[in-house]
DNA sequence: TGCCACATGTAACGCGTTACATGATTTA
DNA sequence: TAAATCATGTAACGCGTTACATGTGGCA
């Protein structure tokens, strides 16, 4: 449940409507929790009963201008505080290195170069972000969004030294299959 | 659909009923990914029927043996090789630091400071893993699992090290809201 | 006037979670 | 014979994805 979350979040800062929020979605939380359109207008019509979010204003072409109420933010500051034991960790990349010996050990090594470079393309990326801001003109999010940032940067550091290192660790194929059981 | 080849991958190494590939889960899969028994069961009967695997023994209690099949292998492999556009990446926790600010500097210190520390857990918990394995010995998944408890590792080192500087980085609060807009 | 951007909504489907439901075999 | 373990399955629900569906306002 942390859409609702970061629609509270993003509704924090000041009033918006749907079309507004989906902006911010796929400009600034696209790294950290991405969302789609229609789940978006469900969640906040969910909100909106649920009498954390209210209609503050009605403009032209049916758009409707949320604002956060206290309820809403009350349960925004439960939430932040509250860490509920964490999603477990799934990641279909890293499934497939445990399994990737059925492929041999050539392309094992590919795989895990394609792994490196990725993580390269990433990390341009998010050094772009950075550069492009005006971090300490920022008050929007306190900069906290510096912060998470910071945390991609180095996420993508060390999956590009670990595919180094994974690339030079990769496991010799067996002559055939050793199937000693 | 990678639950489908995470079976398909513990198949590939020998035959298994549902009953022991949910303690294979539980036991080498559970960081990589954790799978309940009712999705396993589940997903065993579609692979059946999209003769991806085949019942190769019965045994008591309704125990069904199942094993891989060419297409399935065919499958795995395909899978492996082909690493389709990642899962956007998606983590509640780090969602909680983009609206940190809205709790506070104090608390946002607590917050990260309990980051490091649930990491030094986890971090411990891969190194108990790490030393209590005989990896020269594990020809099962041909020393690739040792890669994988490698990522872990480091993600763990990276969160640790980056919540110490975050902790650092927290911005001041602001006087009450600057709401300059 | 025609297009683009604005703006909101619904429906179908897949996967993961929790809970429920049932029963056989071994072993203490 | 009672409990633990082995063993399989179904149902309800929530969230995310894709696709569909519709309509207005501004501007060139």
Redesign the pocket.
Same mark, same amino acid.
Not at 17 to 23: A, V
Not at 33 to 39: C, I, K, L
Not at 41 to 46: D, P, V
Not at 59 to 66: D, L, Q, S, T
């Given at each position: 449940?942390? !859409?609702?979350h970061a629609l509270l979040g993003l509704l924090a800062e000041e009033p918006a409507? #749907?079309?507004?929020?989906?902006?911010m979605f796929q400009r600034s939380l696209a790294h950290v929790?991405?969302?789609?359109?229609?789940?978006l207008?469900?969640? !906040?019509?969910?909100l909106a009963a649920a009498d954390l979010i209210t209609v503050v204003a009605e #403009?032209?072409?049916?758009?409707?201008?949320?604002a956060i109420t206290e309820a809403g933010h009350a349960e925004l500051v439960r939430w932040l505080l509250n860490p509920e034991r964490g999603?477990?960790h799934?990641s279909p990349e890293l499934l497939r290195v445990f399994f990737l010996h059925q492929a041999g050990a050539p392309a094992a090594r590919r795989y895990l170069e394609l792994w490196g470079e990725r993580f390269d393309g990433y990390h341009a990326e998010l050094t772009a972000l950075l550069e492009s801001t005006d971090w300490d003109n920022t008050t929007r999010y306190g900069g906290f969004g510096r912060l998470t940032l910071e945390w991609g940067l180095r996420y993508a550091e060390m999956n590009r030294e670990w595919a180094k290192w994974a690339v030079g660790h990769v496991p010799p194929d067996g002559p055939d299959r050793p199937d000693a059981d």
């Open positions: 449940m942390s !859409l609702r409507s #749907g079309y507004d929020l989906l902006g929790w991405p969302a789609t359109q229609s789940q207008y469900t969640e !906040l019509t969910k #403009g032209a072409r049916g758009r409707k201008e949320y999603t477990p799934r």
